[in-house]
């Protein structure tokens, strides 16, 4: 039996116990899935898995705390204070229900384990507020938790320039942050190629959504006008975009042109390879 036939022998868990019009926000990484997580979390109509509960799975009562981020002077002010309740990309806590969270798209999902998951995730509900459950992966599809966890979710896949990601893998030492003499040995020219793989796998593991309603977004779009991007979004999933919203949205200070600043990490050549390394990645995105 191949793998991805093994995915249709999954029991199936009971449609009703499924949460019901979940948002996945989900991308390569450093393609802007936080900024987009961030801002779009802090809509009162959102519940989600917060920081402390990613450090304390078991104790969901801490979701209360999400409460604080209504109240709109204490986000705006205390939004850096690493103490503050603030969405997270949850691996820990995901790992802490799934027994093999991170075995690839092909894994068969224990149904009891799922169920376990949802009731966790109601209970998160009770104790935050909010209708619908909104949640951030990154690289691996997750197609096989996603499916199992959600009725009908709506996958936001948010896409950046190619060559902003490749060079943001190299900035922030992607696979190597515990091995940088393994990284030191390797050229510019082969992490380059390396991360530039990376990235295709990711957009690979990508068809594995289309399953789902999925709905492309760029970041350059979300950086340039904010307010026009959150607003048709809002429109899309049916959310208000009222007064209070639209005055977070127009708070957070959202750096522009950053795609071009690892230009200075790179010698002219570095440069021309990477533009040309970046190219079938770029039309296979829809930049070219």
């Given at each position: 039996?191949?793998?991805?036939?093994?995915?249709?022998?999954?029991?199936?868990?009971?449609?009703?116990?499924?949460?019901?019009?979940?948002?996945v926000i989900h991308g390569p990484g450093r393609s802007g899935t936080t900024m987009l997580d961030n801002i779009l979390?802090?809509?009162?109509?959102?519940?989600?898995?917060?920081?402390?509960?990613?450090?304390?799975?078991?104790?969901?009562?801490?979701?209360?705390?999400?409460?604080?981020?209504?109240?709109?002077?204490?986000?705006?002010?205390?939004?850096?204070?690493?103490?503050?309740?603030?969405?997270?990309?949850?691996?820990?806590?995901?790992?802490?229900?799934?027994?093999?969270?991170?075995?690839?798209?092909?894994?068969?999902?224990?149904?009891?384990?799922?169920?376990?998951?949802?009731?966790?995730?109601?209970e998160i509900q009770t104790f935050a507020s909010g209708d619908r459950f909104i949640t951030k992966f990154t690289g691996?599809?997750?197609?096989?938790?996603?499916?199992?966890?959600?009725?009908?979710?709506?996958?936001?896949?948010?896409?950046?320039?190619?060559?902003?990601?490749?060079?943001?893998?190299?900035?922030?030492?992607?696979?190597?942050?515990?091995?940088?003499?393994?990284?030191?040995?390797?050229?510019?020219?082969?992490?380059?190629?390396?991360?530039?793989?990376?990235?295709?796998?990711?957009?690979?593991?990508?068809?594995?959504?289309?399953?789902?309603?999925?709905?492309?977004?760029?970041?350059?779009?979300?950086?340039?006008?904010?307010?026009?991007?959150?607003?048709?979004?809002?429109?899309?999933?049916?959310?208000?975009?009222?007064?209070?919203?639209?005055?977070?949205?127009?708070?957070?200070?959202?750096?522009?042109?950053?795609?071009?600043?690892?230009?200075?990490?790179?010698?002219?050549?570095?440069?021309?390879?990477l533009h040309e390394r970046s190219i079938p990645i770029a039309k296979r995105m829809g930049y070219i």
């Amino acid at each position: 039996m191949s793998h991805l036939s093994q995915i249709n022998y999954i029991r199936p868990v009971d449609l009703l116990m499924k949460l019901k019009h979940a948002i996945v926000i989900h991308g390569p990484g450093r393609s802007g899935t936080t900024m987009l997580d961030n801002i779009l979390s802090i809509h009162q109509d959102f519940y989600w898995i917060s920081s402390y509960l990613n450090k304390y799975p078991k104790c969901t009562e801490l979701s209360i705390l999400n409460r604080l981020t209504r109240i709109g002077f204490l986000e705006r002010n205390l939004r850096k204070n690493r103490y503050f309740p603030k969405p997270n990309e949850a691996y820990d806590f995901w790992r802490s229900k799934f027994s093999n969270f991170n075995a690839g798209e092909q894994v068969l999902v224990d149904p009891e384990e799922v169920e376990r998951c949802i009731k966790c995730l109601k209970e998160i509900q009770t104790f935050a507020s909010g209708d619908r459950f909104i949640t951030k992966f990154t690289g691996a599809s997750r197609a096989n938790f996603i499916d199992s966890l959600f009725e009908d979710p709506i996958v936001l896949w948010i896409d950046r320039e190619p060559k902003a990601i490749i060079m943001s893998y190299f900035k922030q030492n992607w696979h190597y942050r515990n091995e940088s003499t393994e990284r030191n040995k390797k050229t510019v020219i082969e992490l380059i190629d390396e991360y530039s793989k990376h990235l295709e796998d990711v957009l690979d593991r990508r068809e594995h959504l289309t399953k789902f309603r999925l709905k492309q977004l760029y970041y350059e779009d979300m950086v340039s006008n904010p307010d026009v991007f959150f607003k048709d979004l809002c429109l899309e999933l049916n959310l208000s975009f009222d007064e209070r919203f639209e005055r977070r949205v127009r708070n957070w200070v959202i750096r522009k042109n950053t795609n071009t600043q690892y230009k200075s990490l790179l010698t002219k050549s570095e440069q021309a390879y990477l533009h040309e390394r970046s190219i079938p990645i770029a039309k296979r995105m829809g930049y070219i």
